[in-house]
């Protein structure tokens, strides 16, 4: 029951041979790193022997339940990731981020995106584009609101009211496709010479 101890000033190398004397196997403990050669290597769990670590020239399987990366750098693949979930940590937040270049989401059956107790946002610099190229875009929900739309200008034949006191305005299209609001009035105030879709 006493422990094997293996001392060196350099490193501790230990070798396995097959029948033929050929080197099959090679450990070698130096002062700088640990390293292994040999087809596969293995690192199993003391109770159950259940595998926690393999590699292989093939691949690399982690056996763990979970695998905690704690540098401030997170972990950086040169290539892809395949994995069926990503979460979170209980009580912390996911975040997906492309510093310098852009990150995409692509999925042939759809891309789901939901927020089950909050809010979602997009937000950006420049366009936010929402395209449908065979479907519809479908809003749904009991109040939509559009901020900061522009006014267009429109000169009624009789005014009645100041423009100060308009409360109530009139959605309207240019031929672009712009959107821009037009105080309200008996008929409709859209006019396709306004100045918002002139200018647009």
């Known amino acids: 029951d006493s422990p094997l101890v293996?001392?060196?000033d350099r490193n501790v190398t230990v070798n396995a041979r097959?029948?033929?004397?050929?080197l099959t196997?090679?450990?070698?403990?130096g002062a700088d790193a640990v390293e292994a050669q040999c087809k596969r290597f293995e690192v199993r769990a003391s109770e159950d022997g259940r595998v926690l670590f393999s590699a292989d020239e093939d691949e690399i399987t982690i056996g763990a339940e979970k695998?905690?990366?704690t540098g401030t750098e997170g972990a950086v693949f040169g290539h892809?990731?395949?994995?069926p979930h990503?979460?979170?940590?209980?009580?912390?937040d996911l975040r997906l981020e492309s510093p310098t270049r852009s990150l995409i989401m692509e999925a042939p059956r759809?891309?789901?995106v939901s927020a089950a107790a909050g809010d979602f946002k997009a937000t950006c610099r420049k366009e936010l584009h929402l395209q449908s190229t065979e479907g519809e875009i479908f809003l749904n929900a009991d109040t939509i609101r559009l901020g900061n739309l522009p006014t267009g200008s429109f000169s009624p034949s009789s005014p009645s009211s100041s423009h100060s006191r308009q409360t109530v305005y009139e959605l309207c299209v240019c031929p672009n496709g712009k959107l821009y609001l037009s105080p309200a009035g008996v008929g409709s105030t859209c006019q396709s010479s306004s100045n918002i879709c002139l200018w647009s």
């Open 6 to 8: 293996l001392q060196s």
């Open 18 to 22: 097959n029948h033929m004397g050929q």
């Open 25 to 29: 196997g090679q450990l070698t403990v």
């Open 67 to 69: 695998l905690k990366v």
């Open 80 to 83: 892809s990731v395949e994995t």
């Open 86 to 92: 990503i979460r979170a940590e209980p009580s912390q």
């Open 110 to 112: 759809g891309v789901q």
